[in-house]
């Protein structure tokens, strides 16, 4: 992580990822796409999507969800994407085709992993397997739940979930979560990579200023009560005034509780 001395109020909680060793690669533009950001607006130009505009300008780096299976490849760069929270792995197949796939924390630069059905050097991270082959305990990360599906869970930075048990058919993988965690349900034959996805300070970046949200496509969040009547039911009025007895959105549906008064039996 990067902090900074407070030498303007926008730095004083400023903290981001050291992106320092993380490179470009230019020359592959097939693996790059122009992408239409969203405005959160409709065709009318109306707002649809709250707190949501384009932000900056940005590529789309065509992700490998697949894998190739049985042909070993190597890790030639580590690189920043934009559209994800976690950096991705730039890797050359022993075939001679170059692909992006999700970076996985603790990868070595040059060496060789695999994405097999086979069983041997598997304890190895960054390597990919069937659930089958892999021991309980096993850390994984970027799940497919099927033989020839794509990677659909544990994608973001940081994360990784816990093969619990196999039993009857089905593997249970434990999954990080708010307050408790869940139990994934996935055949034998989905697959998984050891270990945890790259970019794991990501929780911790503070962006220190509004710009940089804008940057990242995040429009102000407005109080109800600091809108016009029109816009808003805690809206209007004259001065400062409080909020209702239940709180509600925007289409006047409660959302925080609702107080409940008995009536008195005559």
Do not use: Q
Not at 179 to 195: A, E, H, I, P
Not at 206 to 225: E, L
Request: hydrophobic fraction near 35%; aromatic fraction near 12%.
């Amino acid at each position: 992580m990067l902090y900074y001395k407070a030498i303007t109020p926008s730095m004083r909680h400023l903290c981001l990822v050291n992106k320092k060793n993380l490179e470009k690669s230019i020359f592959l533009p097939s693996l790059l796409l122009k992408k239409n950001s969203c405005y959160g607006r409709n065709k009318d130009g109306r707002i649809t999507v709250f707190h949501k505009e384009c932000g900056h300008k940005k590529l789309y780096r065509l992700v490998d969800f697949f894998y190739l299976k049985e042909i070993p490849y190597i890790v030639e760069s580590i690189e920043y994407d934009p559209n994800r929270s976690s950096f991705i792995n730039l890797i050359f197949y022993k075939n001679g085709v170059y692909s992006f796939i999700i970076a996985t924390s603790g990868v070595i630069l040059g060496n060789t992993y695999m994405c097999s059905i086979k069983l041997y050097d598997f304890l190895k991270i960054g390597n990919r397997s069937f659930f089958l082959n892999l021991p309980i305990g096993s850390i994984v990360h970027n799940i497919s739940t099927l033989l020839n599906s794509n990677s659909k869970y544990l994608r973001a930075a940081g994360v990784s979930g816990i093969l619990v048990k196999k039993e009857k058919g089905y593997a249970y993988i434990k999954l990080p979560c708010s307050g408790g965690f869940k139990l994934l349900k996935s055949s034998l034959y989905g697959f998984g990579t050891l270990g945890k996805t790259s970019n794991t300070s990501f929780r911790s970046i503070k962006f220190g200023k509004a710009g940089r949200s804008r940057w990242y496509g995040i429009r102000p969040t407005v109080r109800g009560v600091a809108m016009n009547p029109v816009d808003h039911p805690h809206g209007g009025g004259e001065g400062k005034k409080s909020k209702k007895s239940s709180p509600t959105n925007k289409w006047a549906s409660v959302i925080k509780y609702s107080r409940k008064f008995k009536r008195k039996k005559s």
